[in-house]
């Protein structure tokens, strides 16, 4: 979690429901149902970008971030909708992703721009975003995400299935983004040829980006991309981007299309990679922020998530979930006020005490169930939820450990609840704070050897040889000839890392 108020981004939504009327597609100059004007759009990306830009946060590096957005101006004016007002951000996710927001506000991950390999795989995936953009899939597809999200919400504290609600925390913003079609994920590739083409990129690259993700798919500890996630047939895909790259150097007569290896891989020196565990992590069940400096045990063998507003922590089968948040308001009184308010709870008891020398409040309540007329009593019994809240003071902040299961559940889980909750502590033990996260570090291969062997030469551990293989798009038989940069991985500040460099 960051240094933010939990923000309920969730709620942006509903206004634009139900606005229909029949638009020219921009990309296949049909007539079409679409469900929002241009200015609707706008307007609805323009709602949702504070909200996106706050959850992940941006990244960063104002190299990267002037490079994104001065190659999907160029992009822009070569596409099918040249006057929108784009805009292009790198975000401060691990997770390998590109996403495409109405109105025409693009996203792409630190986690993606690590595992390009050049300019041209990156201006492919630019021009299939902006593809999504050009020809309005996103449109179509958002009225049904929105639905989904209100649906979460209201399920979180009313649903008798706890699992669904656990599940549904889970995959946090990724509920959002819901996949496109298989179609509008082959038009918006074939759009990515084209406009990556027409700024003078070699679109082959595009394709061969493919097989990266590919292999990542394959591995479990990996997160796959939304983008691809359509596409039960890569190679498939791959192969059509070949054939739509090679008529599109046809049709544009170009004889110099660029793939900027070197350029790119220059850029992206030092770029962070995987987890920033200034953002907190997991150690040995423990939860550690190095940087907000606290530190609490994690029930065993519960599912774990560490997002931008929250960490969750949810039972195996869904049965019970627990989070930490910050809490509202500027005392333990009025967090806890809020927090009865906002969830409509009835208090069965309420405490103040301390949690390791912390100022404390305990709340245990039942969340009133709404008035679901013509529902059978019986059905509304089940739907009772029962939660255990620790608001403690500590920084300058409010802390909100909250443990929710039903009522039939609660006595199975209430000591779960709270040895995590009463073992909220301070942390001063300095091996734990002073953590760098890992960072990509490019380097001159010094002697023709294969990638393995040259992976070894930089004391790449043996267990991550494969994952730098991926992370280089390249096989660990393959040669690599002197003087080529390859990426490896390596622990330090950005400070460190600029003087060293
Ligand atoms: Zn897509």
Redesign the pocket.
Same mark, same amino acid.
């Given at each position: 979690m960051r240094m933010q108020r939990y923000i309920s981004y969730l709620l942006i939504i509903v206004t634009s429901f139900w606005l229909s009327g029949c638009a020219t597609n921009p990309v296949t100059g049909k007539k079409e149902l679409m469900l929002m004007s241009s200015n609707q759009e706008r307007a609805m990306g323009e709602q949702n970008d504070p909200q996106i830009t706050q959850f992940f946060g941006v990244y960063d590096d104002k190299q990267l971030q002037q490079f994104i957005n001065q190659k999907g101006q160029e992009m822009a004016k070569v596409s099918h909708r040249p006057d929108l007002a784009y805009e292009f951000k790198v975000v401060d996710s691990p997770v390998v992703n590109a996403f495409a927001v109405p109105g025409g506000f693009i996203y792409f991950t630190r986690g993606i721009m690590a595992h390009f390999n050049n300019e041209a795989e990156f201006a492919g995936v630019l021009g299939?975003?902006i593809g999504?953009v050009t020809a309005r899939h996103s449109a179509s597809q958002y009225t049904k995400q929105m639905l989904a999200q209100v649906g979460m919400v209201a399920g979180m504290v009313l649903a008798p299935e706890l699992a669904q609600f656990a599940d549904a925390a889970q995959q946090g913003l990724g509920l959002l983004f819901l996949k !496109?079609g298989r179609d509008?994920?082959t038009q918006?590739d074939k759009l990515g040829v084209e406009y990556s083409t027409k700024i003078g990129y070699d679109a082959d690259e595009m394709a061969n980006f493919f097989s990266t993700l590919d292999r990542m798919r394959g591995d479990a500890g990996q997160s796959v991309p939304t !983008?691809m996630s359509t596409h039960p047939d890569p190679a498939n895909r791959q192969k059509n981007v070949q054939q739509l790259a090679k008529k599109w150097k046809r049709k544009t007569k170009a004889t110099d299309l660029e793939v900027g290896r070197n350029s790119y891989l220059k850029m992206i020196d030092g770029l962070l990679y995987g987890e920033d565990p200034n953002q907190g992590y997991l150690e040995a069940g423990t939860f550690y922020h190095p940087v907000l400096k606290f530190k609490f045990p994690t029930p065993q063998g519960w599912t774990f998530q560490n997002t931008p507003q929250q960490v969750q922590m949810a039972h195996k089968e869904g049965r019970a979930i627990m989070t930490l948040s910050l809490g509202q308001g500027n005392s333990l009184e009025e967090a806890g006020q809020a927090l009865v308010k906002n969830n409509n709870l009835s208090v069965i008891q309420s405490d103040k005490g301390d949690v390791n020398g912390l100022p404390a409040l305990s709340i245990l309540a039942d969340v009133q169930p709404q008035q679901n007329q013509g529902q059978p009593q019986q059905q509304q019994q089940q739907q009772q939820i029962r939660l255990l809240t620790y608001l403690i003071q500590y920084g300058g902040n409010i802390y909100n450990i909250t443990g929710i299961s039903t009522q039939q559940d609660f006595n199975q889980f209430s000591n779960t609840f709270t040895s995590t909750m009463k073992n909220f502590s301070e942390l001063t033990d300095q091996s734990k704070i002073n953590v760098q996260p890992e960072r990509i570090s490019i380097q001159e291969v010094a002697r023709t050897a294969t990638l393995s062997q040259v992976l070894k030469g930089f004391k790449m551990p043996n267990d991550r040889l494969e994952e730098l293989a991926v992370l280089n798009g390249m096989q660990l038989t393959d040669q690599v000839k002197q003087g080529t940069l390859i990426k490896t991985v390596v622990r330090g500040s950005a400070d460190a890392f600029a003087k060293e460099k």
């Open positions: 299939h975003e999504h !496109f509008d994920e918006s !983008f």
